[in-house]
């Protein structure tokens, strides 16, 4: 057991050291998460648009559409068989 908690504490301090003397690392470390930040403000605004904010004029409108998605019966039958 002590031969496991050494090598766990030999990981962590080797890690912990590393972050601390790191010089060079800090710097990509900062466009990295600036390129992340950046990544997904574009992707949400060009790829996951507010449907419901741009197709429906109220919230009541909005809430009718979710509910009649989300209850609307979607069983093999249905396909099978559509109403008229």
Same mark, same amino acid.
């Given at each position: 057991?002590t /031969?496991r &908690? #050494? $090598? @766990?504490t030999?990981i962590?301090?080797?890690?912990?050291?590393g972050?601390? #003397?790191m010089t $060079?690392?800090? &710097? %990509?470390?900062? +466009? +990295? +998460?600036? /390129? %992340?930040?950046?990544l997904? @403000?574009?992707?949400k %605004?060009f790829?996951? !648009?507010? +449907?419901l904010?741009?197709g429906?004029?109220?919230?009541e409108?909005?809430?009718?559409?979710v509910? =009649?998605a %989300? &209850? &609307?019966?979607n069983t /093999?039958?249905? $396909? =099978? #068989? !559509?109403r !008229?």
């Open positions: 057991m /031969k &908690t #050494n $090598i @766990a030999r962590v301090r080797f890690y912990a050291d972050f601390r #003397n $060079i690392g800090r &710097t %990509l470390w900062a +466009i +990295i +998460i600036v /390129k %992340l930040v950046v997904f @403000a574009v992707l %605004l790829f996951f !648009p507010d +449907i904010a741009s429906y004029d109220s919230d409108a909005r809430a009718g559409a509910r =009649q %989300l &209850t &609307t019966s /093999k039958e249905s $396909i =099978q #068989n !559509p !008229p």
